[in-house]
């Protein structure tokens, strides 16, 4: 499981070095142009460049020729090299020389075939001295399990920068030409390429936002499975147990680097270890544009010795990874007349910064029923697939179809996902029932549009009786409706007519609507005793400044409206003198209103509302205290965390009235008014322990149901009036941790078992969270890598309410080193002692599988 999560660390395992130091580590930048390589492949008959060619197959035919200009001074060789996976050597006959320099390879290049079993291709360019060919060929076949993670590394980092390049090219084009599109088009960048947005970026003045957007490029690029699944080839064997020992380290497994540092720092880690007195290894990496590889080097190359030998990696030798495309609105509808229509697509970021994904098709079917293919291709600014709908112009097609994306992923047939299509028609527009009558001259009003379809819609313009257009803003609300905003400020009563344009239909729709010229209307102010606020209820409430009564000021809150009554909140200036209101007490209020002009209104003091002092609560956990009915192994730091699966008990004491009434009523809700349950005498969950004390009782998870989480807030209900709410508990659903385990190498993180993890926010080895790894969203394993407790004790932060620390109780159990840990620090020690007696002669070892210097 481990390998699948996290192959682009799979080679640090190799010189995993101090935590410290590999925190501090920087990779040099690939900003040093090197030589261009053509390569072409040939599978069934067919050609294409390899920027299209995302996976070789056996049986491919490459041609492969060095670009080198006519003035290159010193002589390359260019050797081919076929590998069979890390513990099997490849044989002689797969390494391909080519001396660039010959007429026959500097003008028809190398011509080779894929050989069975063959799961990987590097490129070795090396400047030509006598044995060159041979210290190659016995490099690779005695250490073949580190070229072949070499390889690995140099794909999936060739891979993530194609993506970082593709985001970096498309910000500083906006920022060029409209740098007002940024804060629209930047977060469909992030979606398409995987690539991490600070978005407070966008919050700053224009001229600033793409530098920022720009800032710490390598750490941009996040995780994507589509691209580590197409360079993942060790899976098994004696690689897995540095996999998994690569995976158990904090500095790889959460985060001290992206995905492309991390590979960077690896291949670095793994060519060092080639180097030699004559030689020494850098890295490629290779920018696909059309038949051609753009190298960019990260290290000057050397011509002296220790020469530099440049290794390139080309596509993995694998079954096709097709891309996982997903639409991001299955439901929505498109409308296919649209100029451009943009299809929304995630998933497979890949199809957005390479040209694996090439002849790319929309198929629909016409009215005839024959079958349309537009032309389509990957915009990763506009968020989707982008369709050339001049193809459709002379079409007819139905009001309703399907259309799906077909082209090819390499060599291979790829079927995309369908999206429902709709065309423009002359459709019924009507008001929302609750909008009737509720066009109001003299303020910004707000109406609902209902019709069947409003995919195709392209514009709103509402003109009055004289012709004269008014400001309006429309936003699509599902997929049969739309709010419009009129500005009405300055509009005189009267016809309006609101004109509807669609893409593809030569008229816009009319629509006659009638606006309204209404006063203030006042129908109640309602104030309980000892409240601070009131509720004045009427129409055009808008237009209130201010209310008094009894000579305390109130002034206006936030207006809602519904079923066309405006209901106003009014907050006490001085609340102490609202609170002196007695029950019944009549008087005149008087409303001033914006205009100047002053109503009055009788009101009548209510009854105060009910009033209840929680006095106490207590939670009795179940026999399992954990999400999934195991033990949970947390300790709950705070009185206020109420696990899911307990039972809480509270009791409260009556304020107002001063005794409890039978017909009183408990409401327990979520705070987001997701959920809520009554407690009642009546359903045994509230009991009188006398006239002034109930105790209640709540099962949440019965309550609730099982996803339930978060604050809990409580009020008491009378048959007359309704208490304010007040904060009860947090409701925490816990996962249940089973086990602690510690290897025996301190360097190694710890791993945390158990189930229902995803409930983790994050874990770490002391209280203050100096040391703490962040658990992905979403999280679905049942083991963690975690930092070895410092004082024996783990610390977790749960996902339903991260601001409480809690401890755990599972002790750490310490693991004996294992076989392999213990025979690869013997083999590094032995390895040491060899290098220094072997200065001067290397090759005076009988068996030595050290790289000899060419004689």
Not at 315 to 333: F, G, K, R, T
Request: net charge negative; hydrophobic share 45%; proline share 7%.
């Amino acid at each position: 499981m481990v390998s699948r999560i996290y192959p682009l660390l799979f080679a640090a395992a190799v010189a995993l070095g101090d935590a410290t130091a590999a925190r501090a580590a920087d990779p040099a930048p690939f900003d040093l142009a090197g030589p261009i390589i053509d390569v072409t492949v040939t599978r069934s008959g067919s050609t294409l460049p390899v920027s299209q060619v995302p996976n070789l197959a056996a049986g491919d035919r490459l041609w492969i020729k060095a670009d080198l200009p006519a003035t290159q001074s010193a002589h390359y060789i260019m050797v081919a090299a076929f590998l069979r996976g890390a513990t099997n050597p490849p044989p002689s006959s797969w390494f391909f020389l080519c001396q660039t320099w010959s007429r026959g390879c500097a003008q028809d290049g190398l011509t080779l075939t894929v050989p069975n079993d063959a799961q990987q291709l590097l490129l070795f360019l090396a400047p030509a001295t006598g044995g060159d060919f041979k210290t190659l060929v016995n490099a690779v076949r005695g250490r073949p399990g580190a070229f072949v993670r070499a390889s690995q590394d140099l794909n999936q980092a060739t891979l993530d920068r194609a993506r970082l390049e593709a985001y970096l090219s498309a910000v500083r084009a906006l920022d060029q030409g409209d740098r007002g599109a940024l804060k629209d088009s930047v977060p469909l960048l992030a979606r398409s390429l995987a690539i991490k947005v600070d978005e407070k970026c966008l919050e700053r003045i224009a001229e600033v936002q793409a530098p920022c957007l720009m800032q710490g490029q390598n750490s941009l690029i996040l995780n994507d499975g589509h691209s580590t699944s197409i360079v993942e080839a060790l899976t098994s064997g004696p690689a897995s147990d540095l996999v998994m020992e690569a995976s158990f380290t904090p500095q790889l497994n959460y985060g001290y680097y992206s995905p492309y540092i991390a590979s960077v720092l690896d291949i670095a880690r793994i060519l060092d270890s080639f180097h030699t007195a004559q030689y020494q290894y850098i890295p490629a990496l290779a920018s696909q544009q059309g038949n051609r590889l753009a190298l960019s080097l990260n290290t000057p190359p050397s011509f002296n010795n220790p020469k530099s030998v440049l290794v390139v990696a080309l596509p993995a030798i694998e079954q096709p990874q097709l891309p996982p495309l997903h639409a991001v609105d299955p439901m929505a509808s498109y409308c296919v007349r649209r100029t451009p229509l943009v299809l929304p697509l995630y998933g497979a970021p890949l199809a957005f910064s390479t040209a694996y994904a090439h002849d790319m098709t929309l198929s629909l079917t016409a009215k005839d029923g024959s079958v349309i293919d537009v032309a389509a291709h990957a915009d990763a600014r506009l968020g989707g697939f982008v369709i050339d709908s001049a193809g459709l112009m002379g079409a007819s097609v139905n009001d309703a179809t399907r259309g799906a994306l077909h082209g090819y992923w390499g060599f291979d047939r790829y079927d995309g996902p369908g999206f429902q299509l709709v065309s423009a028609t002359a459709q019924k527009w009507q008001l929302a029932a609750a909008d009737q009558g509720a066009l109001i001259i003299g303020r910004e009003d707000t109406i609902r549009l209902q019709a069947g379809s409003v995919a195709c819609l392209a514009g709103v313009t509402l003109k009055d009786a004289a012709g004269r257009e008014l400001p309006a803003e429309w936003t699509v609300v599902g997929t049969d409706a739309v709010d419009i905003k009129l500005a009405m400020q300055q509009a005189k009563p009267g016809t309006f007519t609101l004109l509807l344009s669609q893409y593809g239909a030569a008229q816009p729709q009319s629509i006659a609507l009638h606006g309204f010229s209404e006063a203030a209307r006042l129908d109640s102010f309602t104030l309980h005793a000892g409240d601070a606020q009131g509720t004045l209820k009427g129409t055009r409430l808008d237009e209130v400044a201010s209310l008094a009564l009894n000579g305390i000021e109130f002034t206006p809150g936030k207006l809602a409206s519904s079923q066309g009554i405006d209901q106003l909140p009014m907050l006490a200036a001085d609340s102490a003198g609202s609170a002196a209101l007695r029950p019944g007490d009549s008087a005149g209020a008087r409303i001033a209103l914006k205009d100047g002009r002053v109503l009055d209104l009788t009101t009548v003091v209510d009854a105060p509302r009910p009033r209840v002092l929680l006095i106490g609560k207590s939670a009795q956990p179940s026999s399992g205290s954990g999400a999934s009915g195991g033990v949970s192994n947390i300790q709950l730091a705070s009185a206020d965390e109420l696990p899911q699966d307990a039972r809480l008990t509270f009791s409260v004491h009556a304020q107002t009235p001063a005794a409890f009434t039978s017909d009183a009523k408990i409401e327990v809700a979520a705070v987001n008014q997701s959920s809520s349950v009554m407690l009642g005498f009546d359903n045994g969950a509230l009991t009188l322990l006398d006239a002034q004390v109930a105790v209640a009782t709540l099962d949440p998870g019965r309550a609730f149901g099982p996803s339930a989480f978060g604050p809990l807030q409580f009020r008491i209900i009378t048959r007359d009036a309704v208490g304010d709410w007040q904060p009860l508990a947090t409701l925490v659903r816990l996962p249940s941790l089973s086990d602690l385990r510690c290897p025996a190498t301190r360097e190694l993180a710890c791993r945390l078992s158990g189930a229902n993890l995803f409930l983790v926010d994050s874990v770490s080895s002391d209280p203050q969270f100096d040391h703490a790894i962040q658990v992905p969203e979403g999280f679905t394993g049942n083991a963690l890598p975690v930092p070895r407790p410092i004082d024996g004790q783990l610390y977790i932060r749960l996902r339903d309410d991260p601001s409480v620390v809690n401890a755990t109780t599972l002790l750490a159990q310490q693991l004996p080193p294992s076989a392999d840990e213990i025979a690869r620090a013997a083999a590094r020690h032995a390895a040491a002692t060899s290098e220094d007696s072997l200065v001067g002669d290397p090759a005076a070892v009988p068996g030595s599988s050290a790289v000899l210097p060419p004689h």
